[in-house]
């Protein structure tokens, strides 16, 4: 009993703590900086940005599913813990929405960390209006993260027939994240597990000054990004779908094939 009422103060401390530092741009950008640093990569947004604009421009209703500490603005934050602050506490499985109220939802290396990948897809997409839109971005060569709830990876291809078999038609893909940010991360990985000898808080304190270190391979995205054959080698993808089925998938890196329905 005391064990559990010790971890509940560390997770309520630890709420306050964020949604203070949240309240300070300054502080929340330092502390981003201290806890992420170059870890998140270049990757590709433009797809991403593109259908955040016209959804503001449009004024549809946005939820962003698995919000972590990433809140977005003028999207309902949607997360399972209320320890990351999310303006409602939800399960993917059982959204605590009525079917059919979105226009949008954007899910970003979140799928991952759930069991059943296609009934996640399946439910989650029931909130969506017809001709919505669901925006995810997967991950395909990325070393396992989030302690015991990483589950999955995928090809392209992979990820779109699972999209499919969950009723729902893939309007777009490409790649998210490139060839040199997959590297980057398996380099730091498999050298902080082979300096740190089996020791586990010694690992993880050599990722985190790894990244620091390797930061510049990153760079290198700025052309792999946009070769060919990145999808090959690439770190994650994003999948553009829809409750309605109306296009074939394009090659990655390919262009929108339908407008968003208002």
């Known amino acids: ?5 010790k971890s509940g103060l560390a997770t309520r401390l630890y709420a306050r703590a964020r949604t203070f530092a949240r309240q300070h741009r300054a502080l929340y950008a330092v502390v981003r900086l201290i806890k992420y640093g170059p ?9 991403r940005r593109s259908l955040i604009k016209e959804a503001r421009r449009c004024g549809w209703r946005a939820l962003y599913l698995g919000s972590g500490g990433r809140r977005q603005l003028a999207m309902i934050n949607l997360d399972i813990t209320p320890v990351t602050g999310p303006d409602v506490v939800g399960d993917g499985y059982r959204l605590p929405f009525r079917d059919g109220t979105f226009d949008a939802i954007f899910c970003e290396y979140v799928i991952e960390h759930v069991s059943d990948p296609e009934r996640f897809l399946l439910s989650a997409s029931r909130a ?3 001709g919505g839109i669901f925006y995810l971005e997967v991950p395909f060569l990325q070393p396992t993260h989030g302690g015991d709830f990483d589950f999955t990876r995928w090809t392209l291809a992979g990820f779109t027939n699972a999209v499919q078999r969950a009723g729902l038609g ?4 490409g790649v998210n994240s490139g060839p040199a940010f997959a590297m980057f991360w398996i380099l730091r990985e498999w050298t902080a597990l082979l300096l740190s000898f089996g020791i586990s808080g010694l690992r993880e304190v050599l990722s985190y000054l790894l990244g620091w270190l390797l930061a510049p391979l990153m760079v290198l995205d700025l052309i792999m990004l946009h070769l060919p054959s990145a999808g090959k080698l690439a770190s994650g993808y994003y999948v553009v779908a829809s409750p309605r089925s109306l296009e074939a998938p394009s090659e990655p890196g390919g262009e929108s094939v339908r407008p968003m329905a208002s």
């Not at 893939?170 to 893909?173: F, I, M, R």
């Open 1 to 5: 009993m005391a064990a559990r009422e």
């Open 128 to 130: 969506l209006k017809p």
């Open 39 to 47: 870890f998140i990569g270049l990757r590709n947004q433009k797809k």
């Open 170 to 173: 893939v309007l777009e893909t």
